[in-house]
């Protein structure tokens, strides 16, 4: 079975930079094609949908976090990456990684992980 895990610094401080990483545990993702990303929440709100890497390495992003937040991946490693820098206290919320691919089930999702900003 293969489960998504999120990794990464539960407290960051205002204007640092956030680095988060989505490892896969248990069985590996076989999927020739393996698409990857990120959402997250803040309290008290809906899911906000940051980014994400197609398996060519392609990016899309979020317009309104576009120029702090960088997606990368490496599928050989099952592993995807998200970086944002100046970091605000407005970024609190619990960051999920999701990976699509063309093999049954079709998608992944982490449990999630908490980030705060503060000092």
């Known amino acids: 079975q293969v489960q998504l895990r999120e990794s990464g610094p539960g407290l960051v401080k205002p204007s640092q930079t956030l680095s988060l990483t989505c490892t896969v545990s248990?069985?590996?993702?076989?999927?020739?094609?393996?698409?990857w990303s990120w959402i997250r929440q803040p309290p008290g709100k809906g899911p906000e949908w940051m980014g994400a890497i197609n398996n060519d390495g392609t990016t899309y992003y979020s317009p309104s976090l576009k120029s702090r937040t960088s997606i990368t991946s490496d599928n050989a490693k099952n592993t995807a990456y998200l970086q944002m820098n100046n970091l605000k206290p407005e970024d609190t919320g619990t960051y999920t990684c999701h990976a699509d691919t063309t093999s049954a089930p079709y998608e992944y999702w982490g449990q999630g992980t908490q980030v705060t900003v503060s000092t």
């Open positions: 248990g069985d590996s993702i076989t999927s020739n094609y393996v698409g």
